[in-house]
């Protein structure tokens, strides 16, 4: 019975239009719960923050989780490489959410953009779970995914890629053939990668989505069709102690 964890990165205050009113729709309406992640920037640092501690914090219930969704950028939108100010920026990130009564277990790199140095700094914020990778994907903007496991894994602190004895555990976006299993993908794309990772028997599917895109109908084709297949729906950091490696 494969085990689904849909995740929602939240980045709407940029963009004219939030849909987070309707995910929440579809979360009642099969009681699943959704792993919230915040994108905190070094370009707006609360910006998310402060739209869903005003707008849409009250409404999600408590069954569902906040995670951190940090972006390595500087304040001019610059992608930031260097292993000490990443540093400062994971502790940014912490202290952004904190601020909205949030203590984040759960993670995601803005454009899965993480690196082997960022493991231990995360670790020591708390995160127990991480789901940047983006196994053998198309999209290779800043880091390149190939190779790495498509299913959860404790990563090595040296090569992300490999497993290794990292703490924190790695819970892989779903791919296939290149594409990202994110709502934004529509319900044809998304399908085809669900049903590759049936016939493959992977244990977790993680999906994707951005709350400023229209992922809805997606979503609940998506539900439909993996309750179908016996589907059990949980959040990341319920993976942590229910994934047996």
């Known amino acids: 019975m494969p085990t689904v964890t849909v995740t929602l990165d939240c ?3 940029a963009y004219p239009r939030c849909y987070t009113p309707d995910y929440i729709k579809v979360a009642e309406e099969f009681t699943i719960p959704f792993t919230w992640l915040l994108q905190v ?4 640092p609360m910006g998310n923050t402060n739209l869903y501690y005003k707008e849409y914090l009250h409404r999600i ?6 995670g951190l ?3 390595f950028e ?3 939108g610059r992608y930031v490489e260097n292993p000490k100010d990443r540093a400062e920026m994971i502790q940014m990130g912490k202290d952004m959410v904190k601020q909205a009564h949030i203590k984040p277990t759960s993670f995601r790199a803005g454009s899965y953009a993480l690196i082997p140095s960022d493991l231990k700094y995360l670790e020591d914020i708390g995160i127990l779970v991480d789901s940047s990778p983006i196994p053998d994907a198309d999209y290779k903007m800043f880091v390149d995914w190939n190779g790495a496991p498509s299913k959860p894994y404790h990563p090595s602190y040296d090569d992300l890629c490999k497993p290794g004895e990292a703490k924190l555990l790695m819970v892989p976006v779903a791919t296939h053939q290149g594409k990202v299993a994110y709502l934004d993908e529509g319900w044809d794309t ?4 669900l049903e590759h990772h049936l016939n493959q028997q992977t244990p977790v599917i993680c999906l994707g989505g951005h709350d400023y895109q229209d992922g809805v109908d997606t979503l609940r084709e998506a539900i439909l069709f ?6 059990r729906f949980t ?5 942590v102690s229910e994934t047996t490696l």
């Open 11 to 13: 980045e709407a205050d």
């Open 41 to 44: 920037s070094g370009k707006d």
């Open 61 to 66: 219930p408590s069954w569902h989780e906040f």
């Open 69 to 71: 969704h940090l972006h």
């Open 74 to 76: 500087d304040r001019e």
């Open 190 to 193: 998304l399908k085809g990668i």
């Open 226 to 231: 993996m309750k179908q297949h016996g589907a």
């Open 235 to 239: 959040s990341l950091t319920q993976l």
